[in-house]
Structure formats: C-alpha cells, structure tokens
C-alpha cells in the first residue's frame, strides 16, 4: 500500500509527455502567432493538471492517517494559538463576540488579568518608547532582559478640541508574568489589567495621531448607528502590532472600552498564567514600620495613614492623626480640567528633581485637590482656584527638599478628620460634583453639619493607565472632630 503514493507521483509527472514549451507556442490555424490561442492552451493544462493533482490529494488522504489527538487534554500553547496579526510574538489573549453590527468593527474581550509595563507621556515625548524600551533591555531591578511583546498600546484623552497621547504600554511576556522585575525608573510602572471588552477598529499604514483621531470618530459613529452608547470614551487605546520597518500590511487598531460587556468566565481561550495579585514593590528600608500598614487601595503606594472611626454605606469619618509633609502649588483662572494638567507637572517636576537638592523623590498617594464649592445658580460648581498636593514619601517626611520654583511650597497638614465618600471609575468635575452632593445629603439626614462648607477636597489613588477598580474620594473636613493621639491606624 506504500507504494500507491509514489505510483501516483510518477503518473503526475508523466502526463502529457506530449505537452512542451514548443507545442505551446505552435502556430494558430492561421499560421499565426495567437495570443488568445496560447491563453486557450495554458488554461487547459492548468485544468488539467489541478485534476491531477486533487485526485493525488485524496489518495493521500486516505493512506496518510493522522496523529490522535486525546480529546480531554488542553491545547498546548503553540503558534496557532496566536493571532496572526501578532507575527509570533507574545500578545493578550482574547476572544471576539459575535454582533449585529452595520459598521466595520469587533467587539473583543480579554477574559484574564495581564502585567502590561507603562509610562506617561511627560514634556520628554521623545523618550517615551526608549524608557519602556530599556526596562526590557534589562533597565530593571533582576537585571532581566525581556522579549518585546505586541501591541504596544498607547491611551489617550478625547477632549472635544484636541487629542493627545497620555500613557504608552508594554505587554508583558506569558512567561515573565508572574516573575516581572520591579522597574529601575521612577517614571516605570508595573500594572495589572484586570479582564475587559472593548469595541475594535483596525487600520492599516503608519499610525499617526490623525490616523488614530479618524478612525476613533469612525468607530464612535458606528457604534451610535448601531444604537450602541456603552462606551467609555473619555479616553481610549490605540494599538500598535508591527516594527517601525515594517513597510507594508500594517496592522493598527483603535480601542474603545465597553461599560456593559464583560468577558465571559467560560471564555475558551488557551490556559495562560492568570494574575491575582498586583505587583509587589519593593520596600523602603526607611520607616518600615509604616509603609507596612499602607492601606490596600494605596496600591503598594507611600500614602497617609488613618483610622476609621465611623463606617456608613454612604459615609466614612476617617481621621489622620500624624501631621504630614505635602508638597502644593495653586492655579487660578483656569477650569478644572486645565488647571489640573498645569498643576501636576509643576508638582511631578519637583519629585523629578526641581527641588533644591536636586533630588528625586517617589511618586505616592492619594493626589489632592481641593476645590470652593459656589453657592447654587452661580454658573459654575467650583470656582476657578484650585490647589493640588503630593503627599511626601515616608523616607522624606524630615528632609524634603525646598522647591526651587515660585509655585510650589512644601506645607505641614496638622491631624485632622474628614468625612470621606468613595467612588470608582475616571474621575471628572460631573462626578466630584454628583458624590459631593451625594455626601452633604448622607449628612444632612444623619444631622452631621460640623464640616467646612468653604471648602473640601478630591482625592485620586491611580496611574491614569490602570482600567479598573480605580478609587476616588471626596472629603468635607470636620470641625469639631480630632484625632485620638496614639490610635492604632487601621489598614
């Protein structure tokens, strides 16, 4: 039986011995050279030779048998298993849902929790890319040189005049997803991407930011004329699959993120490291006894220690009883927005090493702003006066250096308790001012009025990149509350 396939070779090869390149441009009937005649001549033996060599593929089919597969063991993680936009390299898995749609795009879903290494993009745009370049090149705490990963993604703000680009990302390698090396830069993070859905267009060419702006109003109009609203689309993601040399069969994609969609926990995918805990930093040796009972939503983060002393569903009084170093800078006659892009580059120039040391200082949590509530018919919400603080690091709390620029101060907040409420998502003026009004209506029935009304604060927990269970607080200062001197701080 062997030898059937190589008898049918043979015979394949054999056919039409009569058939040459001569008989092929022999004369027409005409005693001309006819180019439709060659075509007529070159199409049959095409014909004919695919005949062959289909009736070649059956026989080998029914001779060849194929490997057994055992039906109950899961798919080894091999190349099919990547997508082929991809190009071999390491990228998050996903699946796609299935839509009605009238548009040109996908609804896709990452249904595990991935490391994904990132930066903001700061006044030094062009170091970007090379600052997530050399984490991979071994610009990390293990030394580790890591295999670049696709897409490089990037996430970028929609304001209703501009766009621009806010943070850049690497994707970390299933194999490096457990172990990821702390980074050496301050301006480095390790984050985890918890599971998503977000509403997919692809692109091809050089990505530029117009290319990203087009496509991304072209996605936005699609989803509204297929009745779709659930997007997030304060900001969004473009992606990025293919090397800068890449001349030809580009592969790009814009990302809007979906409210309702929520990826399947039955989802199919290959079984890929799953995270469940987030990136352990590495701890300062100064003041450890405190930055041990950092609380959890500081994100490993240096952040002010409190105690809880009245928990409610709408409500926390909270009270910090250490006086604390913040660093501040005030910006007036500018709206919420602009001046908080103003303010925090002052501050993120002075922990960069604007500060008369010269010194760089750790980022930490919470960023606060605190903000004048005008009375209601005002026009506005707020007025335009603001103040933002950066808590100063434990190991800083003594030494911190004097800010060389006019508009930052170093200041001393005294204890102080404040009547906290939470919430989660990309925080924005509508929202500090929905649960601002959703704290004085939990106070006013509870018959709580001894908190400044002249004033309160936001506060943000965050990098700008991380998607999910993101936490804010807004804060009315007590006046007649104190902290307990020596009260043990909670978690």
């Known amino acids: 039986m062997r030898l059937v396939p190589v008898f049918l070779i043979l015979c394949l090869v054999s056919v039409d011995a009569n058939f040459s390149f001569k008989n092929l441009f022999s004369r027409s009937p005409g005693n001309k050279l006819d180019l439709g005649f060659v ?4 199409n049959k033996a095409v014909t004919k030779l695919s005949t062959k060599i289909q009736a070649l593929t059956d026989v080998l089919s029914a001779h060849i048998k194929p490997k057994r597969r055992d039906p109950i063991s899961k798919p080894a993680i091999t190349a099919s298993s990547t997508p082929e936009f991809c190009h071999q390299h390491d990228c998050p898995r996903f699946y796609e849902v299935e839509l009605n749609v009238t548009g040109d795009y996908k609804l896709r879903c990452y249904p595990k929790s ?8 700061d006044d030094d745009q062009r170091d970007v890319f090379m600052r997530l370049f050399r984490y991979i090149s071994g610009n990390n705490q293990a030394e580790m040189k890591i295999k670049m990963t696709v897409p490089v993604a990037r996430k970028m703000n929609t304001g209703p005049r501009s766009m621009s680009y806010q943070t850049m990302s690497f994707f970390i390698p299933f194999k490096h ?9 301050d301006k480095v993070n390790l984050e985890i991407v918890k599971p998503f859905c977000a509403y997919v267009k692809v692109y091809g060419g050089f990505s530029t930011l117009s290319k990203v702006r087009e496509n991304y109003q072209s996605l936005l109009r699609e989803l509204r004329e297929d009745g779709r609203s659930d997007d997030i689309s304060d900001s969004i993601y473009s992606a990025g699959y293919d090397d800068r ?3 030809f069969n580009r592969h790009n994609e814009v990302w809007i993120i979906s409210k309702n969609n929520k990826p399947s926990e039955n989802a199919t995918v290959p079984d890929l490291p799953n995270i469940s805990s987030e990136p352990k930093p590495v701890k300062s040796t100064a003041d450890e006894k405190l930055t041990e009972k950092t609380p959890k939503f500081c994100n490993g983060n240096d952040c002010p220690l409190f105690y809880v002393k009245k928990n409610t569903t709408d409500f926390q009084l909270r009270c910090y009883n250490e006086s604390y170093k913040w660093v501040s800078t005030s910006v007036a006659n500018m709206n919420s927005k602009l001046a908080g892009k103003t303010a925090f580059w002052r501050l993120f120039r002075y922990i960069e090493g604007s500060n008369a040391k010269q010194m760089k200082i750790k980022m930490t949590v919470p960023v606060t702003m605190m903000m004048q509530p005008l009375q209601p018919g005002s026009g506005s919400f707020v007025k335009e006066d603001f103040t933002m603080s950066f808590f100063i690091p434990f190991k800083h709390q003594k030494d911190a250096p004097a800010p060389t620029a006019d508009d930052v101060e170093l200041n001393t907040v005294k204890p102080f308790c404040a009547y906290v409420r939470e919430y989660g998502g990309f925080s924005n003026m509508e929202k500090v001012e929905t649960h601002y009004k959703e704290l004085l209506n939990a106070l006013k029935l509870q018959g709580i009025d001894d908190f400044y009304t002249n004033m309160f604060y936001t506060a943000s927990y965050d990098a700008p990149y991380k998607l999910f269970n993101r936490r804010n607080e807004i804060w009315l200062i007590s006046k007649s509350q104190n902290p307990v001197k020596g009260r043990i701080l909670a978690q």
């Open 39 to 42: 075509a007529e001549k070159i």
């Open 114 to 121: 991935y490391k994904w290494v990132s930066t903001i993009y």
């Open 177 to 185: 997803q457990q172990d990821a090396p702390m980074p050496n830069n």
């Open 245 to 247: 040399f890449k001349l």
